[in-house]
T-cell receptor, first 117, second 112 residues
Framework: DGGITQSPKYLFRKEGQNVTLSCEQNLNHDAMYWYRQDPGQGLRLIYY???????QKGDIAEGYSVSREKKESFPLTVTSAQKNPTAFYLC????????????????FGSGTRLTVV | SQQGEEDPQALSIQEGENATMNCSYK?????LQWYRQNSGRGLVHLILIRSNEREKHSGRLRVTLDTSKKSSSLLITASRAADTASYFCATLDLGGSYIPTFGRGTSLIVHP
């Protein structure tokens, strides 16, 4: 079945440590996104990529980095510069051109919960 | 950045009742989408309505869009305990960025 796989489901980070969250999709979608979700604040965009080897900052990119070396993969690294990384991270993908009305919308992974210990 | 805002923030009803959630946004959109999120899980796409559409149905879901008021509503009829979840609206701007902007969601609890 096609979909998005995020791993790990739970991740613990020590102070000063970089950690990488994995996001893989087999939907052949062009665009991929990373969102951060905090209680009561909805989803905030961290980074997005619409084509391989290219990505753009979202609203809260500071302290995060990404790469898009393959169409299927869009890993997110939470660096030590991110002072408050404890949150639920969601990866999503979509077909480019959905502005004209693709009926399927955006596909999300099941999320990674990151906790600082 | 533009953001849809859902109202109410929380809604508690009995099984069998209808649940209505609203979404307001600020600028012109290409389409508006509704998503559902069960606790601790990812979002699931429910329905997309285009700016030139006024109403869409999918099973027990009914979505309306009023572009003059910049608002949308999601109606869940004959609710079930399994409908308990958070519901988000997401708007896609006319600017062609293809980046959806999500609201903060409505938390729905359906009591059996």
């Amino acid at each position: 079945d096609g979909g998005i796989t995020q791993s790990p489901k739970y991740l613990f980070r020590k102070e000063g440590q970089n950690v990488t969250l994995s996001c893989e999709q087999n939907l052949n979608h062009d665009a991929m996104y990373w969102y951060r979700q905090d209680p009561g604040q909805g989803l905030r965009l961290i980074y997005y990529s619409q084509i391989v080897n290219d990505f753009q900052k979202g609203d809260i990119a500071e302290g995060y980095s990404v790469s898009r070396e393959k169409k299927e993969s869009f890993p997110l690294t939470v660096t030590s510069a991110q002072k408050n990384p404890t949150a639920f991270y969601l990866c999503a993908s979509s077909i480019i051109g959905q502005g004209t009305g693709d009926r399927y919308g955006y596909t999300f992974g099941s999320g990674t919960r990151l906790t600082v210990v | 950045s533009q953001q849809g805002e859902e109202d109410p923030q929380a809604l508690s009803i009995q099984e069998g009742e209808n649940a209505t959630m609203n979404c307001s946004y600020k600028t012109s959109i290409n389409n508006l989408q509704w998503y559902r999120q069960n606790s601790g899980r990812g979002l699931v796409h429910l329905i997309l309505i285009r700016s030139n559409e006024r109403e869409k149905h999918s099973g027990r879901l009914r979505v309306t869009l009023d572009t003059s008021k910049k608002s949308s509503s999601l109606l869940i009829t004959a609710s079930r305990a399994a409908d308990t979840a958070s519901y988000f609206c997401a708007t896609l701007d006319l600017g062609g960025s293809y980046i959806p902007t999500f609201g903060r969601g409505t938390s729905l609890i359906v009591h059996p």
